[in-house]
């Protein structure tokens, strides 16, 4: 057989085969299935953002710690992780240890904005309570919906 008929088919195989792909995988996308992954509207963000900008302001500069803020904070202990594995005398225990750090950290984060929030709340009447309820509501709707969109390609 000559080269330019083997590569011919060479290329005509691959095209099928990328057709083939790109059409599996328009009819997965676009199937309408609901998929086991979904994920749930974020209440810890609806929270914190719920929170007045002072507030949230300082719940942010005491998580950050040493490091003025919030976010230096997390840069920083991502510049440690990146340390700890380029490491010559990598130390599998250490890293676990600095991993375990930082989500307790994150953890108390969490906490506070948790507790700050369900004292705000508490001053709040069984009327204003039921609103804020359903503002709530309404909000994680408004994410669980822009959500399925984006990942729906629709948005």
């Given amino acids: 057989m000559k080269l330019w008929l083997k590569l011919l088919l060479a290329g005509s195989l691959a095209l099928n085969l990328a057709v083939i792909g790109i059409a ?7 199937s309408g299935k609901e998929k086991h992954w979904k994920r749930p ?12 900008r002072e507030t949230r302001k ?22 440690t992780v ?14 676990l240890t600095v991993l375990k750090g930082q989500a307790e950290a994150r953890h108390a984060f969490h906490t506070k904005v948790q507790e700050t929030w369900v004292n705000k ?3 709040m009447s069984p009327q204003e309570r039921a609103e804020f309820a359903d503002r709530l509501e309404e909000r994680m709707e408004r994410r ?4 399925h969109e984006r990942r729906d390609g629709r948005g």
């Fill in 24 to 30: 599996t995988g328009v009819a997965w996308r676009y």
């Fill in 41 to 52: 509207p974020e209440i810890g963000a609806i929270i914190f953002r719920d929170l007045d």
């Fill in 58 to 79: 300082a719940l942010r500069q005491e998580a950050g710690g040493g490091h003025g803020s919030y976010a230096k904070r997390r840069h920083a202990e991502g510049k």
């Fill in 82 to 95: 990146i340390e700890a594995l380029r490491s010559d005398d990598f130390d599998a225990g250490a890293l």
């Fill in 121 to 123: 709340v508490a001053e």
């Fill in 144 to 147: 669980r919906e822009r959500w």
